[in-house]
């Protein structure tokens, strides 16, 4: 959930706010001029999906477990020996 200053009139205006796209550090009177670096916003990114990531590789390594898996994989060595 994003909460707006305006929410909260009462509290003061924080000075710098995090990008919602790279999580920079940005001074509230620079935002409009903010462009994230390539690099942190890569970075920033994954950081976001990291549960995704870990349960997709969970997922793969269970498949790999099961017979259909284990099947794939001497198929795939098979394959590949020639």
Do not use: K, N
């Not at 205006?13 to 670096?37: K, L, N, T, W, Y």
């Not at 870990?54 to 017979?67: D, G, Q």
């Amino acid at each position: 959930m994003h909460f707006s200053p305006a929410m909260f009139p009462s509290l003061p205006h924080p000075r710098h706010m995090p990008c919602p796209d790279c999580g920079a550090s940005v001074a509230a009177d620079e935002r409009h001029a903010h462009r994230c670096d390539d690099d942190r916003w890569l970075t920033y990114q994954l950081f976001q999906l990291r549960d995704e990531i870990a349960s997709f590789e969970e997922l793969v390594a269970a498949y790999l477990a099961s017979p259909r898996g284990r099947f794939e994989l001497w198929d795939a060595e098979r394959r590949r020996r020639g």
